[in-house]
């Protein structure tokens, strides 16, 4: 067993944070009626986001439903084990009834949140949202490891606690409590260089201290490997180093980045200006487009090692074309062309979304649905009034989310949907209701034998009753006939 996994913290006082970290996470959860907002643990990996998650349920006692980064977190798997979890009752494991006007509460945890503007999560991010904003009775708790990729209105609608990473002493500590849990010697200086090279990373270090001391019962200095741990180093760190230093050392740490040159690229080029001027800036990027050219060459020929070439180019290479460093605190942005991307990706996914719909239902192929329809349905629901805009929503089956995207209102789409509830529109196969009718008329399929049958049960009482539930079904059949006649003719 990982000893990871074996040690990780029971309740919430043995969490390795500050003493303000935990005060804030339990004034948190014992508030969580009154604000009913997420919480989000945002910090670097290996600081104890996930152990606090679980630690505070098992504090709490609170039961857990975790998605974690290995799950497809689409906008159906959102609404399906978010928002159904937010919203019910808990079971217990002995299946017990657990009412949440008692206070027992089941708290969903969901990991990595910050992956979720991945392809697989097309809408993730919306559909958490429109769960956030119905003030579920289920707590919350998202993780991520970088806070700024999510977006401002998902920052805004949570309770925000940052981590750092923790100092070596820190880690020292719960590796002297493991050794001895372990029955393992080992000298605290061992165990220091075991947490100074893990960079402020619990996890990890507690991983390489396994490593290490498996099969052994004492570990000495000869046991550890000196060298650095490759670990994540942050990109914003190799910024400073690059316009703000002169470490030699910057293009070797720029290596241990999870970061290919072809996005280290975009982080030098968008913060360069923020830094350099005048010559010191056309100097730095006449270089930066060197380096441009040598990863041109690898996409074009696959000749990877010009990476090197490239990677030393954008951050040596920089770092020396200043004549003078900037002082004072500057504040790092990310590339907006990942935003644009990004948006422009997700504007692409949602027509594809609508135009299948217009496909199915027109049945039209998906260019002719775009060539044909697409701009047609957009006008009309944008200048028809509630009521026939609301039809043609429910004949197409678009849910609030393709509304607002199609409109570009808000305010309208949460009308049109709120229309289409309260009258329950929805769409009625017409094939199915011209053979209802048909059986209507005669008697037959709905359960009432041959129409002689009919004949001779219509005589009775029970024949007469049957002859009114034929005429409401009937009714009922046409009143929700949504057909492209209803709102055009």
């Not at 919480?39 to 996930?50: D, I, N, S, W, Y």
């Not at 003030?135 to 949570?158: F, G, H, K, T």
């Amino acid at each position: 067993m990982l000893w990871v996994e074996k040690y990780r913290p029971s309740k919430l006082e043995d969490v390795v944070a500050s003493d303000k970290i935990i005060e804030k996470i339990k004034k948190w959860a014992e508030t969580w009626k009154e604000h009913r907002k997420p919480l989000l643990l945002a910090g670097p990996p290996g600081t104890g986001k996930t152990s606090t998650a679980l630690a505070l349920a098992k504090s709490y006692e609170w039961s857990t439903v975790e998605l974690n980064a290995s799950d497809q977190r689409s906008w159906q798997i959102i609404n399906r084990i978010v928002g159904e979890g937010a919203f019910s009752e808990t079971i217990s494991d002995e299946g017990e009834f657990l009412s949440s006007s008692q206070g027992r509460k089941k708290v969903i945890i969901l990991d990595e949140v910050d992956n979720i503007h991945k392809k697989e999560d097309s809408g993730g991010e919306i559909a958490l949202l429109r769960i956030i904003k119905k003030r579920p009775p289920q707590p919350l708790i998202l993780i991520a490891n970088d806070l700024y990729a999510l977006s401002r209105d998902l920052r805004n609608a949570c309770e925000i606690v940052n981590y750092r990473r923790l100092d070596y002493r820190s880690i020292v500590k719960v590796l002297l409590r493991i050794c001895k849990e372990e029955g393992i010697r080992a000298d605290k200086s061992v165990l220091t260089i075991i947490a100074k090279n893990s960079g402020g990373d619990l996890r990890g270090a507690i991983n390489d201290l396994q490593a290490i001391a498996e099969g052994k019962d004492s570990i000495s200095e000869e046991d550890v490997a000196v060298s650095t741990r490759t670990q994540e180093t942050d990109i914003f760190k190799i910024l400073q180093k690059i316009f703000k230093s002169d470490d030699p050392e910057v293009y070797n740490l720029s290596m241990l980045l999870n970061e290919s040159p072809e996005d280290i690229i975009w982080w030098v080029s968008e913060n360069l200006p923020l830094e350099y001027s005048g010559e010191d800036l056309l100097r730095s990027t006449l270089i930066l487009s060197r380096a441009d050219m040598f990863l041109g060459r690898v996409r074009r020929r696959q000749y990877y090692r010009l990476w090197k070439y490239s990677g030393y180019l954008m951050t040596t290479g920089i770092q020396q074309a200043k004549r003078e460093k900037k002082a004072g605190f500057t504040r790092y942005k990310r590339p907006m062309i990942w935003q644009k991307l990004l948006q422009t990706r997700k504007k692409r996914e949602k027509v594809r979304k609508i135009l299948s719909k217009i496909g199915k239902n027109s049945h039209l192929s998906s260019k002719k649905a775009y060539n044909e329809m697409f701009f047609l349905i957009k006008l009309l629901l944008s200048v028809l009034d509630v009521e026939r805009a609301s039809k043609i929503c429910a004949f197409y089956e678009f849910d609030e989310e393709d509304v607002e995207f199609l409109t570009g209102d808000e305010e309208r789409a949460l009308a049109i949907s709120k229309y289409i509830e309260e009258h329950n529109l929805i769409k009625v196969d017409e094939s199915f209701l011209s053979g209802f009718e048909d059986a209507v008329e005669d008697g037959t399929g709905l359960g009432f034998g041959s129409s002689e049958d009919v004949k001779r049960e219509s005589e009775t009482e029970k024949g007469d009753e049957d002859k009114e539930d034929v005429k409401r079904i009937k009714s009922k059949g046409k009143r929700r006939d949504l057909t492209l006649d209803h709102f055009f003719g």
